[in-house]
T-cell receptor
């Protein structure tokens, strides 16, 4: 069945440094790859997404890259700030179902 | 703007009891989803619906039933609760696929 692997499960970076989270997916029919941020006690919220016809997308300090051939996609956060501390989920979407990775807990160290 | 509203926010059940979780969205979205979130397991799809009157099974449907009698509501039922169903449940909706899904605030369910 469909599967999304996400690494690392926990990531600690110094404030101001960059953070990278990586995902791989199994379903070749996946064509939409959103990233969600979940803060404590809240539901996940979309922060950036990319479609299969695009290799890279950037929105201020966050960027996502996609390698469809290798079935890899990554989230890059630059100049990290304390408010970036949260759990991040990648997901892959084919026709209907949204399949999530297991999440990455990002800690921003002062 | 309410978005996606889940009721209740917290609930404690005894093993064998039944309950229904309600998800309501006011965005006229076609697609609705129920997920459960457990530590280290991410978000796992229980059931989903692509429109009023339709439902389908996700990754972990056993022990749950759903109904979508009205477009704006998606109900998740537990007929006989088990401790393994202790989790945080999230509902989400989407105007279609593939596009952004909007999540509710979650329901924390404990089965003792």
């Amino acid at each position: 069945g469909e599967n999304v692997e996400q690494h690392p499960s926990t990531l600690s970076v110094q404030e101001g440094d960059s953070a990278v989270i990586k995902c791989t997916y199994s379903d070749s029919a996946s064509n939409y790859f959103p990233w969600y941020k979940q803060e404590l006690g809240k539901g996940p919220q979309l922060i950036i997404d990319i479609r299969s016809n695009v290799g890279e997308k950037k929105d201020q300090r966050i960027a996502v890259t996609l390698n469809k051939t290798a079935k890899h996609f990554s989230l890059h956060i630059t100049e990290t700030q304390p408010e970036d501390s949260a759990v991040y989920f990648c997901a892959a979407v084919g026709s209907i179902k949204i399949i999530f990775g297991k999440g990455t807990r990002l800690h921003i160290l002062p | 703007n309410a978005g996606v509203t889940q009721t209740p926010k917290f609930r404690v059940l005894k093993t064998g009891q039944s309950m229904t979780l309600l998800c309501a969205q006011d965005m006229n979205h076609e697609y609705m989803y129920w997920y459960r979130q457990d530590p280290g397991m991410g978000l796992r799809l229980i059931h989903y619906s692509v429109g009023e009157g339709t439902t389908a099974k996700g990754e972990v449907p056993d022990g749950y039933n759903v109904s979508r009698l009205k477009k704006q509501n998606f109900l998740l039922g537990l007929e006989s609760a088990a401790p393994s169903q202790t989790s945080v449940y999230f509902c989400a909706s989407s105007p279609g696929s593939p596009t952004e899904a909007f999540f509710g605030q979650g329901t924390r369910l404990t089965v003792v």
